[in-house]
Each structure stands twice: as structure tokens, then as C-alpha cells.
């Protein structure tokens, strides 16, 4: 991303070098294949692909023999699992430990089906593939009767242990990975899952503003708690990747209200009581990936705006000697010392992404993905699946800015709305100071605006022993 040619390849030989996965250690299946997996196959892509300029001489599948290797160590997680969903965590050396839990989150299970599809690809061997579809299968076979999925479900028993439905943590990446697994891989029966699971977001934890996604009871879609979380930040990208522009727009403008709050996003927000629930901010990505896919979408320079804003926050609150700090309280700013990998994975390639828009990534027309730790794979069509004999032909409706040069995003009637669902009452001068050229007008001071935009629900309706559903537009069956 960054076209360091160089900096590439030394950071290829040092894990040739250096990295072995025969250790004695116990992993969570979910993060070392986001993390570990994917950054393997997304180099090894990069390695070999000469239409990005980072082809190494020499190299020899090292990072692919490793991406197997770790691959082969992961699949005892899915051995002796009832449902086909894995265990949660494995011993890279030694298996299942016998007392491994048989609790897993939705998202920790539903979230290998582009690692482990592209490595099966790659290598050749269908299993690892095959366990990633059957676990992410698995899940969505034990929808409830509203097509929602739960938190926290038993391997063994397919019973769910926590029945909260929502878009953020334990969940966020199972949605994520079914529309993505369809522009990688091309197979339709993971649109028709997303479109499925989308709709039942829309319906049931989409609350009546459109603003915000709550936690609600999988079997009568009943409030469960009144936050967001942060990792939720994710949403109105995939939006985004969906096609459902507005919807987006909408959801990105909650998350930018809490950041412009507290300069920063908490891991958890109280939307009941407008004030923080969890204060810490680890430098997580999602609020800018929403914000990178925004602005791919709209070209509207309120998305730039916000990039910089955030770029700023950061080094104001974040920067230290040695790299940037996790935040510990958005309230104090007071830092802890550590930065996770996902800061430089996703937060500063997404924020890097935004601003170069001449970048090769902002401009390839094809069906690579960015995974959920942002590794990119850029598969090519000779690894689609021969059976594989149809094109879909999806388009959506362009986004139209009035205001051509300038932003329309704050004109909106109803964009001033976000900042009185998160309480936020300091007024600055036309938002920010940088805002002042765009000539937007200033928010509200009351903090209310006209209502907000909604979109035609959908209402199921019961006709005796069967449900069917059906559409209700502007009032009118």
C-alpha cells in the first residue's frame, strides 16, 4: 500500500526466516487467521502477482508453505464439533485442549471463509474451505424465526448461549464475511445469505430513526441493552459494499458525532443516556474504514474532512516516541502503553487510502477484497471455482451530490439529528474551522432539526398458518 518495495521484501525474509508455528501455544482460532493467515496469503499474492510492481526474485512459496502449515495446525479446531462449528481456541502443537470451552462467538466462527477459502484455492486442497463453509453454514441454519443470529452459541449443542442480535462485537464480521465471500469467490448462495440477514437487520435492529443498530433479543427482537460498541463502526462500509448508500450515510453520521463528542471513538457508548459506558479507544479502524468506503462511494469532501479530523485527534492524543499509544479514556485521553497490529494493518491503510486517490487500489476494477484485518486479496479469475458459470450484473444508484464541488452530506435536513442522539451540545464554527471554506451552515444550537429520512419498512404479515412478506411502501399495501 504504502510502495515500499524494499521495506516488502525485507519484511518477507524476516518471517522466512524467522517464523515457525511448532510452539507449544494456544491461539484464538479467529485471530490467528485474521491476523496471521490472512497476512500471509495476502503477501504471498503480492509476492507473486507482477501487476503491483512486488514480485521477489527468488521467492519461493515460503509464505504459502507457511500459510498451510498454520492452516493444517487450525483444523483440529474443527474435529470432534457436532455442529462443524470450531472450538475457539487450539494449541498450534498439541490440538484441542480437553478443557476448551464449547462456547464460541458468531463472528469468531463465521469469520474464516475468505482465509481459509483462498488458501484452499491456492494450495489446491479443499478442506480447509470446506470446514469454513460448513461452520459459517452452521450459523445461519440456526437463525431464529426473524432470520437473526445470536452472539454466543454451544458447538456441540448448536443451542445460543447469548441471544443478543446486533452489528457489533461477537457478530460484526459473520455479516462482513458472506458479502465479501461473494465478490471474491462469485458464488451466489452467499449474497442470497447476506441479503437475507440484511433485511433482518433493517427490520428488527435498526431502530425507527435509521440512525441507529441496537442489541436486541434474537426471538422477538425485543432492546437487550441501550450501546453501541465501537467495532459496530464497520456497518455503514459494508453498507457501502451492499449498495444501500443512504443507509450508510445515516449510520456513519452517529459514529461521527461520538468521535467529534470525545475526539475519539469508546469501545462502548450509551445512546440512552448519551455518555460513555466503556472510555477506551485501542486506535480502532472501523469509524475510518467506514469513512475510506464513503468517500470511494460519494466523492463528497465531508468524508476528507472527517479522515483529517480523525488523522489530527490521533497525533494530538495518540502520538508518542515510539509509535501511537492506545487511548484509556477518551475522557482524560490519559494513554496505555501498547498499539495493537490492527493500527497499522487497517486504521493508517485506511486512512492512508483515503487521501491517495490515485492509488492503484482506489482504482482496480476487480473483485479483490480488503479482509477484516484489511489484508487485500486481489484473486485473480483463475482460482474462481469451474463450476462457476454465471455473471450477476448488480448495480445500485450513483450517489448525486448537489452541491458538485462542495459537500451536501451536512445540508441534509436531517444530519444535524445524529448529534442530539449522542448528546452533543458544544457548537463549534461550521463544525470544524476547516469547514468554514465549504460555507456549510452551522448546526443547530437547539439541536434539533427536521425528522430524519427513513426508508419504506418492511412489515411480515400473517395470512393464517403461513408468513409471508410483504412490501409497504408510502403507506399502501
Not at 8 to 27: L, P, Y
Not at 261 to 274: D, S, V
Not at 457 to 462: A, G
Request: aromatic share 14%.
Amino acid at each position: 500500500v504504502f510502495n515500499d518495495k524494499a521495506g516488502f521484501e525485507t519484511a518477507i525474509r524476516n518471517v522466512i526466516k524467522h517464523v515457525s508455528f511448532n510452539v507449544n501455544s494456544k491461539v484464538q482460532v479467529f485471530e490467528a487467521n485474521i491476523r496471521v493467515l490472512g497476512a500471509l496469503l495476502s503477501a504471498h499474492l503480492f509476492a507473486t502477482d507482477p501487476r503491483f510492481g512486488f514480485k521477489i526474485d527468488g521467492y519461493n512459496n515460503e509464505l504459502l508453505e507457511l500459510a498451510y502449515d498454520l492452516g493444517q495446525r487450525l483444523l483440529p479446531a474443527f474435529q470432534n464439533s457436532k455442529t462443524g462449528i470450531p472450538y475457539p481456541r487450539v494449541n498450534l502443537k498439541y490440538g484441542v485442549p480437553k478443557s476448551e470451552t464449547h462456547e464460541t462467538c458468531t463472528a469468531g466462527a463465521g469469520t474464516l471463509i475468505l482465509e481459509f477459502g483462498v488458501l484452499s484455492r491456492l494450495v489446491n486442497d479443499t478442506k480447509f474451505e470446506n470446514v469454513a463453509r460448513r461452520a459459517l453454514f452452521s450459523i445461519w441454519n440456526r437463525r431464529t424465526d426473524l432470520d437473526l443470529v445470536g452472539n454466543v452459541i454451544n458447538i456441540q449443542t448448536g443451542q445460543w448461549i447469548h441471544t443478543a442480535a446486533s452489528t457489533g462485537a461477537g457478530i460484526d464480521s459473520f455479516y462482513e464475511y458472506l458479502l465479501k465471500a461473494y465478490v471474491l469467490f462469485g458464488e451466489s448462495e452467499y449474497l442470497h445469505i447476506f441479503n437475507e440477514a440484511y433485511s433482518a437487520i433493517l427490520r428488527h435492529v435498526r431502530d425507527e430513526t435509521g440512525y441507529l443498530y441496537r442489541n436486541v433479543n434474537i426471538l422477538n427482537g425485543g432492546l437487550m441493552s441501550a450501546w453501541v460498541d465501537s467495532l459496530s463502526a464497520y456497518f455503514p462500509g459494508l453498507q457501502v459494499l451492499a449498495g444501500d448508500l443512504d443507509n450508510a450515510i445515516k449510520s456513519h453520521l452517529l459514529y461521527y458525532n461520538i468521535w467529534r463528542k470525545y475526539r475519539a471513538l469508546p469501545e462502548r457508548f450509551n445512546f440512552h443516556l448519551r455518555n460513555v459506558e466503556i472510555a477506551s479507544y485501542p486506535l480502532r479502524p472501523e469509524f475510518i474504514e467506514s469513512t475510506y468506503f464513503l468517500y470511494r462511494a460519494t466523492k463528497d469532501p465531508f468524508y476528507l474532512h472527517v479522515g483529517e479530523m480523525v488523522l489530527e485527534d490521533l497525533q494530538s492524543y495518540a502520538r508518542v516516541d515510539c509509535g501511537f499509544a492506545s487511548i484509556k479514556d477518551v475522557l482524560t485521553k490519559r494513554l496505555e502503553g501498547r498499539m495493537e497490529s490492527f493500527t497499522l494493518s487497517e486504521t493508517f491503510k485506511y486512512l492512508y487510502l483515503l487521501f491517495d486517490t490515485d492509488h492503484i487500489f482506489n482504482k482496480l476494477d476487480d473483485n479483490f477484497v480488503f479482509t477484516t484485518e484489511a489484508h487485500i486479496f486481489p484473486l485473480t479469475a483463475q482460482y474462481w471455482k469451474k463450476t462457476w458459470k454465471h455473471m450477476d450484473n448488480f448495480t445500485c444508484n450513483a450517489y448525486k451530490n448537489s452541491k458538485k464541488l462542495a459537500s451536501s452530506i451536512l445540508e441534509r435536513p436531517d444530519a444535524d439529528f445524529a448529534r442530539e442522539l449522542v448528546g452533543f451540545e458544544e457548537l463549534t464554527t461550521c463544525l470544524y474551522l476547516v469547514f468554514e471554506e465549504l460555507s456549510l451552515p452551522p448546526l443547530d444550537p437547539y439541536g434539533y432539526c427536521e425528522a430524519p429520512y427513513t426508508d419504506p419498512l418492511i412489515i411480515d404479515v400473517s395470512f393464517g398458518e403461513s408468513s409471508h412478506e410483504t412490501s409497504v411502501q408510502d403507506g399502501q399495501l
